[in-house]
């Protein structure tokens, strides 16, 4: 026979449903959900990346006679899409890259000119290139940077050749390739180096 306490505890148990409840997610793990509504701090932090990825293009402005092509910018706004990939969803990381890619050319003067459909194919290509690593196994921001920063010149490269028509632009294929070495290293270390210091101070995304 079965006991009166041994009937009463299912009862017990779908009145409560406390045992039914799956166990909460960490915030940090809630922070990457497609289509969450991001808080009024993200936004802010989000706007923040935005400004600084536009202060680092007005930079890469100055710099231009730096590059071995004219036109050729440096990618150092890789710094804060790997910044924002850490943190981010890919939509959302997107949406930034996207933001300063329009806001920059409209500062600067440059939207919808040549100069800005360069800008363009460098930064969705190393975006794309990041994003797809971002998360990989094995592979250190370093790494994702290097590959970033190639695939911000070989955008370039393939918006230069989509406006001229022509592919003589690729003569400078292997002089991109080898100066994104550097650059990479640079946006590499720098982000690694400002992620690590948002997550000692608890930053996670979801503040």
Sequence with gaps: MVSSAEQKEPDQQK???????????PA??????PGKTLSTRQTVFLALMVAMAMALHGVEALMAYVTPMPGIRL???NIVTLICLA???????LLVVVMRLALTGLVLGTFL???????VGGGLCSYIAMALLTGRENLSVIGISLAGAASHNLGQLTAVALLLSG??????LPWLLLWSVPMG???GFSAKALIKALRNIG?????
């Design 87 to 93: 943190f981010f969803s890919r939509k959302q990381v």
């Design 15 to 25: 009145t409560s449903g406390v045992r039914n409840l799956p166990p909460e997610k």
């Design 75 to 77: 990618g150092l706004a």
């Design 203 to 207: 930053f996670d995304g979801t503040i």
């Design 185 to 187: 290293l640079l946006t």
């Design 167 to 172: 592919t003589g632009a690729f003569y400078y």
């Design 113 to 119: 000119t040549p100069v800005f459909w360069i800008s």
């Design 28 to 33: 940090a793990a809630q922070r990457s959900i």
